[in-house]
């Protein structure tokens, strides 16, 4: 998954380009809803972090197939469609989707350099 710091610059980006209309309190409940998912014990409790990434594998422990760690946007979505507006929700659909793209795309890179 990507890094604290990484989804810190990555909400930085995004509410510089869609959310600069944001008051200083939403601005900050973005950026805490950015880095909400990753907080707290769930990063050593695969239990608890299929549910704050919204994953639906039963396995999280097949180190090789990166597929079984992306969250699933669409689950996020049907649960918070009508709360998108929150800053926070926005912010946790943010981290989301750039976890999204670090399974899909990042490692696999890193992947392939190293073999």
Avoid at 40 to 58: A, C, L, P, Y
Wanted: aromatic share 14%; net charge negative; charged share 30%.
């Amino acid at each position: 998954m990507a890094s604290v710091m990484h989804h810190i610059a990555i909400g930085q980006l995004y509410y510089e380009k869609y959310l600069s209309d944001y008051t200083e309190d939403e601005k900050n409940r973005f950026l805490l809803g950015v880095i909400a998912p990753d907080c707290g014990k769930q990063r050593d409790n695969e239990e608890k972090r299929k549910k704050t990434h919204f994953i639906k594998s039963e396995l999280l422990n097949d180190k090789l197939d990166l597929s079984i760690y992306v969250p699933d946007i669409d689950g996020f979505l049907n649960k918070y469609q009508e709360k998108l507006d929150d800053p926070y929700v926005m912010g946790y659909l943010v981290h989301l989707i750039t976890d999204k793209f670090w399974f899909e795309v990042v490692m696999p890179i890193f992947i392939r350099k190293s073999l």
